[in-house]
């Protein structure tokens, strides 16, 4: 069954450099892994998406290495307001089509 | 900065029951989608729509699931007749759309659906 990993949880402190990474071993090969941030009773909001070697915004850092079968989630120094559930998102074969699989998430929880 | 809306933020109702949830995706993304997510639980995609008609859609997207886009501005999700599993919290997201797989989308605050 398709489906990417990610550690269930993680806890760090502020000031912090966090690394979450994410699985992916049925990735196909045009596709782009995106990651997502998540407070409790909001949506989803859009951190960061790359295709291969390393991408690099104001917010993160995200690195996948050749065989693009994980990727690296960076935030750094992270703060108080990091605490959140990061998703991971890539496309994955399912029989004849594809379907957009999310991972379960990896609640951070950084701590003061 | 434009955002997606979605109504209404709550809604009850019982079992059996049909229900519609709106939203309004940003005005010149060409992608919509909803997803759910019960609580606790991760986010599951549900269906994509592109051009008027589905581009993509999950197993959980069954025949008691549909999406329309009535008019120029609003996306809908009606469930036909709502089981008490079908209580979470449902998503509506909307993407510029370079492809359906360019996930840089914009999710509304979510409408949480509580079936009784």
């Known amino acids: 069954l398709a489906k990417t990993t990610q550690p269930i949880s993680m806890d760090s402190y502020e000031g912090q450099e966090v690394n979450i990474t994410c699985s992916h071993n049925?990735?196909?090969?045009?596709?782009?892994i995106t990651w997502y941030q998540q407070f409790p009773s909001q949506g989803p909001r859009f951190i960061i998406q790359?295709?291969?070697?390393?991408v690099t915004n104001e917010v993160a850092s995200l690195f996948i290495p050749a065989d693009r079968k994980s990727s690296t989630l960076s935030l750094p120094r992270v703060s108080l307001s990091d605490t959140a559930v990061y998703y991971c998102?890539?496309?994955?074969?399912?029989?004849?089509?594809?379907?957009?699989?999310w991972g379960a998430g990896t609640k951070l929880i950084i701590k003061p | 900065e434009p955002e997606v809306t979605q109504t209404p933020s709550h809604q009850v109702t019982q079992m059996g029951q049909e229900v519609i949830l709106r939203c309004v995706p940003i005005?010149?993304?060409?992608?919509f989608y909803w997803y759910r997510q019960i609580l606790g639980q991760k986010v599951e995609f549900l269906v994509s729509?592109?051009?008027?008609?589905?581009?993509?859609k999950s197993e959980i997207f069954d025949d008691q699931f549909s999406v329309e886009r009535p008019d120029g501005s609003n996306f809908t999700l009606k469930i036909r007749s709502t089981k008490l599993e079908d209580s979470a919290m449902y998503f509506c997201?909307?993407?510029?759309?370079?492809?359906?797989?360019?996930?840089?989308?914009?999710f509304g605050p979510g409408t949480r659906l509580t079936v009784t």
């Open positions: 997201a909307s993407s510029p759309g370079r492809d359906i797989f360019s996930y840089e989308q914009y």
């Open positions: 005005s010149n993304h060409l992608y």
């Open positions: 729509f592109y051009n008027n008609e589905i581009s993509e």
């Open positions: 049925n990735i196909a090969t045009n596709d782009y």
């Open positions: 790359g295709y291969k070697t390393k």
């Open positions: 998102l890539v496309p994955l074969p399912m029989d004849s089509n594809y379907q957009l699989i």
